[in-house]
């Protein structure tokens, strides 16, 4: 659905206002907890999928699967390193044309939260760069003060293949720009180069050329015999994010049982 620039960036009935106590892995270990770690193969990259008229083969480095249907819940990017028989020939030209985009995220660390003294949010957004946006990640039960943000695009390309302390660098100098000299003295720091990442190739979602939409959109959740295309990208609200990518899984859901109907 179409969006604007301000549900995007804004925090309070926004995209930005949640976020997961605990961290967001939190969400895959109670998903794990409820599904059986014995029914979940870590360290087991696919590398085939081959499909004929009565069941579907799934090839990975730990071992082969069958079953009826496939869920195939990647950034439609990455499908194109899994070996397809018959091969879907138009989802693989649009996943072609559907690169990730480039980002790193980073939090920094403060003995304070030092911009609330001064009645600031934490939250700031320019097109000076290359750090931003920031945001407030102060934990509840937690005095220190913590930033998050993200180099993005041309900055993310540009810093990808810098060292982490020239990453680091051009943060605390941005932060320094928006929060003023406090800044300059972080506690600590950790980032995630997403662009460098093997099993994501960049961040935060897969992003179609010019042209993409209009010859090949159709294929994004069109699926392919008995694969079924799920992921965030393929969701019809909130792309990019967590209920973007829930939404995709209960749309494949129903897909599947309506063929057993």
């Excluded at 869920?71 to 996943?95: C, G």
């Excluded at 950790?190 to 939409?213: F, H, Q, R």
């Excluded at 959109?217 to 990019?240: D, F, V």
Aim: with cysteine; aromatic share 10%; net charge negative.
């Amino acid at each position: 659905g179409a969006g604007s620039f301000e549900l995007l960036a804004d925090v309070e009935g926004a995209a930005q206002q949640d976020r997961v106590l605990g961290g967001a892995f939190q969400i895959a270990r109670r998903m794990a907890d409820r599904v059986g770690d014995e029914n979940i193969s870590l360290s087991s990259p696919v590398r085939s999928i081959e499909q004929n008229e009565s069941e579907v083969l799934v090839r990975t480095d730990g071992g082969e699967y069958r079953g009826k249907y496939c869920i195939v819940a990647l950034s439609p990017n990455l499908t194109t390193s899994i070996h397809f028989s018959p091969a879907p020939l138009e989802r693989l030209s649009l996943a072609r044309r559907m690169p990730m985009g480039s980002v790193t995220k980073a939090i920094v660390a403060y003995d304070t939260p030092f911009w609330r003294r001064s009645d600031m949010a934490g939250m700031a957004i320019s097109d000076a760069g290359p750090f931003g946006p920031v945001f407030d990640a102060c934990l509840p039960d937690d005095s220190r003060g913590y930033l998050v943000g993200f180099l993005e695009g041309e900055e993310g390309r540009r810093y990808a293949m810098a060292t982490e302390q020239e990453r680091k660098q051009a943060i605390v100098q941005t932060l320094v720009r928006f929060f003023g000299p406090q800044a300059a003295n972080p506690i600590g720091y950790v980032e995630k180069n997403w662009t460098m990442d093997e099993w994501s190739a960049g961040c935060y979602t897969g992003l179609m050329i010019p042209g993409t939409m209009l010859h090949y959109g159709k294929y994004l959740r069109e699926p392919a015999g008995r694969i079924h295309w799920a992921g965030t990208e393929t969701a019809e609200r909130w792309m990019g994010y967590f209920d973007g990518a829930v939404e995709s899984g209960q749309r494949t859901r129903d897909e599947i049982q309506s063929r057993f109907q």
